[in-house]
Nanobody
Framework: QVQLVESGGGLVQAGGSLRLSCAASGRSLNVNDMGWYRQAPGKQRELVAGITRGGRTNFADSVKGRFTISRDNAKNTVYLQMNSLKPEDTAVYYC???????????WGQGTQVTVSS
């Protein structure tokens, strides 16, 4: 059974920083693409950033230059460093992962990020 566990969310003032982590656990995992999505109240879930196993990244236009994504393949963990946070970044952040041998994408339970103005 595969589990994704996120951590690092919280409340921060505008202009501040947070670092999210997401660790995938399970037997003999071969984790391919990983990513972070977010969902604000009343809005659809949207991609924030993604990273391939080889380290190629992509970002939503709204976070380019402020957020970075990285991963530690040995730990099956993905990180999202969020700088210069804005109130509009407030959302529940979810990580996901594509794992070799599984058809469905796996999702974490979500972590709340709240940015106060």
């Amino acid at each position: 059974q595969v589990q994704l566990v996120e951590s690092g969310g919280g409340l921060v003032q505008a202009g501040g920083s947070l670092r999210l982590s997401c660790a995938a656990s399970g037997r003999s995992l071969n984790v391919n693409d990983m990513g972070w999505y977010r969902q604000a109240p009343g809005k659809q879930r949207e991609l924030v950033a993604g990273i391939t196993r080889g380290g190629r990244t992509n970002f939503a236009d709204s976070v380019k230059g402020r957020f970075t994504i990285s991963r530690d393949n040995a730990k099956n963990t993905v990180y999202l460093q969020m700088n210069s946070l804005k109130p509009e970044d407030t959302a529940v952040y979810y990580c996901n992962a594509k794992i070799l041998g599984y058809i469905d994408v796996h999702w974490g339970q979500g972590t709340q990020v709240t940015v106060s103005s």
